[in-house]
């Protein structure tokens, strides 16, 4: 059966995420992990506040983390392929931080801490932002995206860039989760070749086994949600505008969101609080309702659940679209009875009566193609302080992509560009608007908010599986949390592209909470409440792990200064 219940050992698991419990918890740690004989869990259970406690305590530094993660991406990188650049200054910058605590300033909770972004999130550094195309290969930007600006205003150590479906997934119909021409193939970590999901892949991958504390996704339809899912992981689809975009490599300014990706529900509650926060950059952000964000750590709630209505819309566990996820839904159910025993009232078959009409019409398609068509240049390509294949346009990129030959064109064809680029318009047309206005009356008072305010909703619940695309539409939160792994006796199925396998044993799957705009407080307890009951990431164990741990830095350390 897949494993949703928890087995014993995960009770040790509850005890050791407390903060004061980090220096007398045994079962976290054995001789491998202890650091100057004291406890510390392995750097794949390792969570924001053990880590604080660490530097705090001077267990180990910020430098011996960048050290450790640093190893553990060379150990399973010929494998796994999920980090296409490692920072050449993460080790000066984790220095600078060390230098700080050790004089007394601490610029936040992630002070020191490395947080590995995906490859589409520009850094004004020596790192690359290429989607994982060739055609930003050496491209130069004036300044920091917002995002990484703040990452590094929180303390946090950029660590590296990770691999992704290129271009986010915009570009292909004939081509392979996680694979881009710089960063190769990406693959899962819990059955060998597993499809990562995508197109956030390699954040998914790294962040899962420990490679980083945790790691940034993008999503415009999926690509936090799906691979989180797939590589068991808290994966956080904030509304669109609570995170800045700009210097982000864009597909859709209505879709487009930058979130967090990490082990556990409360670590991603620190990411999204640094992330978080409106920009002068990226004008969606003036759509935030508040003047201070709220507190997403103190949302880790474990009576949150309690006096909620979660409804389910069952007609989006529509098997005919993926046979392969049955055995996800017995899953499900089990888990509604838990939300049921916290406190929460479901009411299910609060059914989305846009599901259809939107699958039939192609509105969602065309919404993504002008967007794609007006944003790309307007909000990336244009900024670019240096740009040594000059493209300026859709256009561009894609004769670039058929002229180069690592780019593996045509077998992995440009059809998403191709069909973009004979739409004939952007999004300002007045085609543009009608399908975008059918599009989020359908996927909104057809679906989300006219479900949430119809039945007297708090939020929603599905398998991750079929969470996506409602919210994408309408650029709605959601926030995944493990709940489960296929079973033993799974068929392994290849993917279309015929590189991975798509459903196998052991691949892990999430449920997902989603509600109002803005509404990533309340979803973040919900979340925090089912996950502290059910604990399931720690019952399912990926077939490859680095070995690599802070204690193996620190003692090497030791020893050098000794001789
Ligand atoms: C100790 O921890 C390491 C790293 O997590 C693990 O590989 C090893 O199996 C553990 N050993 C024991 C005896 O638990
Ligand atoms: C320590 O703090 C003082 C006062 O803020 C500052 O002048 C000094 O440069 C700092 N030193 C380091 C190593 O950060
Ligand atoms: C997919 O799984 C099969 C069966 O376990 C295995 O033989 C094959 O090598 C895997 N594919 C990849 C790309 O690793
Ligand atoms: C945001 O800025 C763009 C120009 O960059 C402008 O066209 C658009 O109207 C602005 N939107 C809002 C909501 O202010
Ligand atoms: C946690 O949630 C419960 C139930 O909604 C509420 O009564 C309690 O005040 C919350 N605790 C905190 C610390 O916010
Ligand atoms: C909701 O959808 C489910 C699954 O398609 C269906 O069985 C049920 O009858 C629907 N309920 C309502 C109230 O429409
Ligand atoms: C793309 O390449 C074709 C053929 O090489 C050429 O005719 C066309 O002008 C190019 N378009 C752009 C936008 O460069
Ligand atoms: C799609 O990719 C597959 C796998 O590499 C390849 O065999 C096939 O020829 C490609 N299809 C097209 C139409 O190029
Ligand atoms: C959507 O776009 C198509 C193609 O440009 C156009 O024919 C149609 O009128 C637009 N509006 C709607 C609501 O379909
Ligand atoms: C796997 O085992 C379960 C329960 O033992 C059974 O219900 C299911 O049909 C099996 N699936 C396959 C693909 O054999
Ligand atoms: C296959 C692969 O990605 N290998 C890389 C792993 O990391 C080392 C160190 O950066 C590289 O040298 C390999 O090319
Ligand atoms: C850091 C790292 O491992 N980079 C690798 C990413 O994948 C490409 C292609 O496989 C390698 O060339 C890089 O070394």
């Not at 005890?15 to 869990?41: A, D, H, Q, W």
């Not at 049921?340 to 078959?349: H, K, L, S």
């Not at 794609?372 to 670019?384: A, C, G, N, R, T």
Request: glycine share 8%.
């Amino acid at each position: 059966m897949a494993s949703l219940f928890v087995r014993s050992s995960a009770t040790f698991f509850l005890t050791c995420v407390s903060l004061l419990s980090l220096v007398t918890c045994e079962p976290c740690s054995n001789r491998s992990t202890s650091i100057n004989g004291k406890p510390f869990p392995p750097l794949i259970e390792a969570t924001t506040e053990n880590l604080i406690v660490g530097l705090e305590l001077g267990l180990f530094t910020s430098v011996d983390l960048v050290k450790a993660y640093t190893a553990r991406i060379l150990e399973v990188n010929a494998t796994l392929h999920m980090v296409i650049e490692v920072n050449p200054d993460s080790l000066a910058i984790a220095a600078e931080l060390d230098a700080q605590r050790a004089n007394g300033t601490v610029l936040g909770p992630l002070h020191g801490i490395p947080i590995l972004i995906k490859n589409n999130i520009a850094t004004a550094d020596k790192m690359d932002n290429t989607a994982g195309s060739y055609a930003l290969a050496g491209a130069k930007v004036p300044r920091d995206s917002t995002i990484a600006a703040k990452l590094r205003k929180a303390g946090a150590v950029i660590l590296g860039k990770t691999n992704l479906s290129q271009w986010a997934n915009y570009r292909s119909f004939n081509t392979s989760n996680g694979w881009s021409a710089i960063g190769g193939q990406t693959q899962g970590a819990y059955y060998p070749g597993q499809d990562p999901s995508g197109s956030s892949s390699g954040s998914g991958v790294s962040s899962s086994l420990g490679l980083a504390l945790a790691a940034l996704g993008t999503e415009t339809d999926g690509s936090i949600l799906s691979p989180s899912d797939v590589n068991n992981l808290v994966g956080i689809k904030p509304t669109v505008g609570l995170t800045a975009r700009d210097l982000v490599v864009p597909i859709s300014e209505h879709q487009d969101t930058v979130g967090p990706m990490a082990r556990t529900v409360k670590d991603a509650a620190y990411l999204l609080a640094a992330i978080a926060g409106k920009s002068l950059y990226d004008n969606y952000t003036d759509a935030i309702p508040w003047d201070t964000i709220p507190d997403y750590v103190a949302a880790c709630n474990f009576s949150a659940l309690r006096g909620k209505r979660i409804g389910v819309p069952r007609n989006l566990i529509d098997l005919s679209s993926d046979p392969a996820a049955a055995p996800i839904v017995p899953v499900f159910n089990a888990a509604l009875d838990i939300l049921r025993a916290a406190g929460a009232t479901i009411v299910d078959n609060t059914n989305f009566t846009g599901y259809d009409a939107l699958n039939e019409g192609n509105y969602s398609n065309i919404v993504l193609e002008a967007d794609f068509i007006s944003d790309l240049p307007k909000e990336y390509l244009s900024k670019l302080s240096y740009n040594p294949n000059n493209v300026h346009s859709v256009a561009d990129v894609r004769n670039f992509t058929h002229d180069f030959a690592l780019e593996d064109w045509p077998e992995r064809d440009t059809l998403v560009w191709d069909g973009a680029l004979e739409l004939g318009y952007g999004n300002t047309s007045p085609e543009f608007w009608s399908n975008y206005t059918m599009n989020t009356f359908l996927a909104g008072e057809m679906g989300i908010t006219g479900a949430l305010k119809n039945y007297s909703l708090d939020a929603l619940v599905l398998p991750t599986e079929f969470s996506p695309n409602f919210p994408a539409l309408i650029g709605a939160p959601v926030v995944t949390v493990p709940l489960g792994a296929y079973p033993q006796n799974t068929t392994v199925l290849v993917n279309q592209f015929g590189n991975l396998n798509a459903t196998a044993p052991n691949v892990p799957f999430g449920i997902s909470f989603m509600g109002p705009h803005f509404s990533e407080e309340m979803l973040i307890g919900l979340a925090y409440a089912f996950e502290q009951r059910t604990m399931v990431r720690n019952t399912i164990i990926p077939y490859i792990q680095p070995t690599t741990e802070l204690a193996d830095v620190v003692h090497a350390r030791q020893q050098a200064k000794k001789t």
